[in-house]
């Protein structure tokens, strides 16, 4: 895999120009870039080309073509408004000169106003009570030896505890695809390393929004990465951040799928502090095509 500097060094992305950057690609276990690092580095880019005072509060972009890990990624953006109060940057990734995903992001200036959030849902464990991922997975993989850690970890995106502490509210009970509701979610809490600059929390918090999303929606239907052949690809993603952001302290990342139909499963998430604040939310499309069982 990856150790914590690594990732952070990929996450923050190279500036060429003034709105020109570059970036190579992480492993995390898929045959392709991992959307939410793309996420992460086209964030990373436009907050960089924004004054610090502007803080985004929403992103909204599309997976074009699936991204080459062997080749490195440009990112363009267009700062395409600069007003009072709001900023808007339109970011491009590109490899071989052709567009993998574009985003729109708005940047607001910090000011008061009326305020509400749906709470934190009822009977949500803590994380001292749970187990950690990769712990869990030890126990499940016993009941069938030909699955290896490595598989578990490339599936379910665990990039190992020394970078993310995740430990899953709703864990799979065995490995074979039963029903399930369509709703799930995780502790998650990153190594204190990182540090307290803002654009590396909310860099942070986009590239861990991908993982689990997509899936919320395979759910009720008995199907899974481990027991069926699967194409499966982010086709959007929006996020919205509602306020200050620390990821090396305990989030919970609350998620559910209210629809799937078409070969598409739509996916809804919600991000909590321990003391159940609601600090951002995200919504995203995935594509579902099962070929067949393995």
């Not at 509060?57 to 074009?64: E, I, P, R």
């Not at 039963?178 to 590396?200: A, E, L, M, R």
């Not at 996916?267 to 995935?286: H, M, V």
């Amino acid at each position: 895999m990856f150790d914590l500097k690594t990732l952070l060094d990929t996450l923050h992305v190279e500036q060429l120009d003034t709105y020109l950057f570059r970036a190579n690609s992480i492993h995390i276990g898929t045959v392709r870039v991992f959307g939410g690092q793309v996420l992460a580095q086209a964030l990373n880019a436009a907050v960089r080309s924004v004054d610090e005072e502007r803080r985004p509060h929403s992103l909204h972009g599309y997976f074009l073509r699936p991204g080459d890990l062997t080749r490195p990624i440009i990112y363009e953006v267009d700062p395409i408004r600069d007003g009072r109060s709001f900023a808007t940057r339109r970011v491009v990734a590109k490899q071989n000169g052709e567009a993998i995903f574009n985003c729109s992001i708005s940047f607001h200036k910090v000011e008061n106003g009326l305020e509400h959030q749906m709470d934190l849902p009822d009977g949500i464990p803590m994380p001292e009570d749970l187990l950690y991922d990769e712990d869990y997975a030890e126990q499940l993989i016993k009941e069938k030896p030909e699955i290896t850690m490595e598989m578990f970890k490339s599936i379910f995106l665990l990039p190992g505890r020394d970078i993310v502490d995740i430990r899953s509210a709703f864990p799979l009970k065995t490995l074979e695809a039963t029903k399930q509701n369509p709703t799930h979610g995780y502790w998650f809490k990153f190594n204190k390393d990182i540090g307290d600059s803002p654009i590396v929390h909310r860099t942070l918090l986009a590239f861990i929004s991908d993982k689990g999303l997509m899936s919320t929606a395979m759910r009720p239907h008995s199907v899974s990465f481990l027991t069926h052949k699967i194409i499966g690809a982010s086709l959007d993603h929006a996020m919205w951040f509602h306020g200050d952001i620390r990821v090396d302290q305990w989030v919970y990342y609350h998620l559910d799928s209210p629809k799937s139909a078409n070969a598409r499963g739509l996916n809804r998430g919600s991000f909590y502090t321990r003391d159940g604040k609601l600090i951002a939310s995200c919504a995203q499309e995935g594509l579902m095509r099962v070929i067949g069982k393995k």
